[in-house]
């Protein structure tokens, strides 16, 4: 007697069309995902964030010292942010203050806080009364943000009593 021998089709894929397949998938997913996914958004944003809480902490600690001094019921006052120091304005540890908080420009921000001037842009707008507080915007210079968009402001506090105002202008992130 004759014996019949069956073969059975192969139905498994080898080893190279899965890698094939795995591969086709994540470079169609890398490039559609960017499509509905704004991460470099969310990363702007949390920079921004970021930025929010470290001007909000320096502006506590620089009114703490206002504080000791006795200088923050004052207008406008040089506070030294390290014990110590003769107050004197080219200091990088004296600050000008406004009510005890540091002043809304530039040069008074990088000194409360170690940003790198490398990788932020600003723009001061001075006041133009005792009553009415300086003002600066930062944005990353990576950012998509400008003066009009996706940036943090900085007012200086408006009286005795109030607090600087530190807002993130979130509309173009």
Same mark, same amino acid.
Not at 52 to 61: K, T, V, Y
Not at 79 to 106: H, M
Not at 120 to 142: C, D, E, H
């Given at each position: 007697?004759?014996?019949?021998?069956?073969?059975?089709?192969?139905?498994?894929?080898?080893?190279?069309?899965?890698?094939?397949?795995?591969?086709?998938?994540?470079?169609?997913?890398?490039?559609?995902?960017?499509?509905?996914?704004?991460?470099?958004?969310?990363?702007?944003?949390?920079?921004?964030?970021?930025?929010?809480?470290?001007?909000?902490?320096?502006?506590?600690?620089?009114?703490?010292?206002?504080?000791?001094?006795? +200088?923050?019921?004052?207008?406008?006052?040089?506070?030294?942010?390290?014990?110590?120091?003769?107050?004197?304005?080219?200091?990088?540890?004296?600050?000008?203050?406004?009510?005890?908080?540091?002043?809304?420009?530039?040069?008074?921000?990088?000194?409360?806080?170690?940003?790198?001037?490398?990788?932020?842009?600003?723009?001061?707008?001075?006041?133009?009364?005792?009553?009415?507080?300086?003002?600066?915007?930062?944005?990353? +210079?990576?950012?998509?943000?400008?003066?009009?968009?996706?940036?943090?402001?900085?007012?200086?506090?408006?009286?005795?009593?109030?607090?600087?105002?530190?807002?993130?202008?979130?509309?173009?992130?």
């Amino acid at each position: 007697m004759r014996q019949i021998k069956y073969r059975h089709a192969q139905s498994a894929f080898s080893l190279l069309e899965l890698i094939l397949v795995v591969t086709v998938i994540g470079i169609l997913s890398a490039v559609a995902l960017q499509k509905f996914i704004p991460l470099t958004a969310d990363a702007h944003l949390s920079v921004l964030q970021g930025m929010q809480s470290s001007l909000e902490d320096a502006a506590g600690f620089t009114y703490n010292k206002a504080v000791l001094a006795g +200088k923050e019921t004052q207008p406008s006052a040089l506070v030294a942010i390290k014990s110590g120091r003769v107050l004197d304005a080219n200091d990088p540890f004296v600050v000008f203050t406004r009510y005890g908080y540091p002043q809304g420009v530039w040069s008074e921000i990088i000194k409360i806080i170690e940003l790198d001037e490398i990788d932020w842009l600003y723009s001061n707008q001075q006041s133009g009364t005792i009553n009415q507080p300086a003002s600066v915007y930062l944005w990353t +210079k990576q950012g998509p943000g400008s003066i009009s968009r996706c940036n943090i402001s900085y007012q200086g506090a408006l009286d005795s009593g109030f607090r600087p105002q530190i807002i993130i202008n979130e509309t173009g992130c």
